[in-house]
């Protein structure tokens, strides 16, 4: 038998020829069943310590009727995926189950993340802000409870876990106007889950101000952000920008400034999720914080009572969102009227 080493993992029979046993005794002492005496015991798990022997506890679970894994599918261009994921970790950990991951990429549609996971027998699957169209989630969820979280699904097979998104909306407008703003522009999401969302709580709250609603094209990334910023630059520059996410934000933070405009001092900007993007003390972005404790905790539990038979009232659970206020809005330097009055006749 080849000696254990960096190139090779230890296995039950490294262990049992370390401790002069049955890899039969060995296998009843890590599973902590009975069957071994204390002394016994302790002369394996020490050996097991020796040899840095560590248990398969994932090949052990999808050896038995259950396999306590809990698929997750995430964009790999969603900055807000990765704390998104960092909280269902710790959810899934409190309730005694293990995540397997699945990453939609550029090149790595959708389909196969959640095919790779339906291989590994996960249980339930969580879906970050999937772009599949509703007709498959629902076929889906025929196999296994599904949850999407951060995108709203309008079916009753499907549960859902999402930010009130348009609240967030009005929260940032809000804050604006209540700085002096009157001309905000939005710089949009597209087709991105939440988009629309955001873009309807921005024109209600710009209206419901009393202002002009003005729209432009977005996206995920910071080179959506970049192309947006040129062409606010292209015209009169509006008094503050909401921004669909802070990684679009922050392309937009940077054309402004690489063009020598200051923020806030000539432009005001928000952006949307609170991720760690934003809370970079070279950003320091003010921006909608959705709750990622709340919404992965919520998201854990409505697969585990699905698996479990728990009965469920409501399909969509919605939580508020709250804004952080940080360095890069403030009141506008000139008026309003001055920057170019953005009120709607009345």
């Known amino acids: 038998m080849p000696p254990a080493g960096p190139d090779r993992r230890p296995t039950l029979a490294d262990v049992a020829a370390r401790a002069g046993v049955s890899t039969a005794l060995v296998s009843i002492v890590m599973r902590d069943v009975p069957g071994a005496s204390v002394a016994t015991r302790e002369r394996v798990r020490r050996a097991a310590d020796e040899l840095g022997y560590r248990p398969d506890a994932r090949a052990r679970l999808l050896r038995s009727s259950r396999s306590r894994l809990l698929g997750v599918v995430f964009g790999v261009q969603h900055a807000f995926h990765g ?98 703003h009157c001309d905000v522009v939005h710089v949009d999401g597209g087709r991105a889950p939440g988009a629309a969302e955001r873009r309807r709580g921005y024109r209600e709250a710009v209206r419901r101000h009393g202002l002009t609603p003005r729209v432009l094209p977005g996206g995920l990334t910071e080179d959506d952000g970049a192309a947006a910023a040129r062409t606010l630059l292209a015209g009169p520059l509006p008094g503050a920008v909401t921004v669909f996410n802070d990684r679009c934000a922050l392309g937009l933070l940077d054309v ?48 585990l009572d699905r698996l479990d038979g728990v009965p469920v009232e409501q399909r969509e659970l919605v939580v508020p969102p709250r804004l952080v206020v940080r360095s890069t809005t403030a009141p506008p330097r000139w008026s309003g009227r001055s920057r170019g009055d953005g009120r709607a006749g009345r």
């Open 83 to 180: 704390d998104l994921l960092a909280g269902l970790y710790d959810a899934a950990e409190q309730a005694g189950y293990e995540l397997a991951l699945s990453a939609v990429t550029p090149g790595r549609g959708e389909q196969r993340a959640v095919d790779s996971l339906l291989r590994d027998r996960c249980e339930a699957l969580v879906l970050l802000g999937p772009s599949s169209p509703t007709a498959h989630l629902s076929g889906l969820a025929t196999r296994l409870p599904v949850v999407v979280v951060a995108r709203s699904v309008r079916s009753a097979a499907v549960d859902v876990v999402r930010t009130a998104d348009d609240e967030g909306m009005h929260l940032a407008l809000d804050h604006l106007v209540g700085l002096g």
């Open 256 to 303: 402004l400034r690489r063009a020598g405009r200051t923020v806030p001092g000539d432009v005001s900007v928000v952006g949307y999720d609170d991720s760690r993007i934003a809370r970079l003390s070279s950003v320091d972005l003010t921006s909608v914080a959705q709750d990622v404790e709340r919404l992965t905790a919520l998201a854990v539990r409505r697969a």
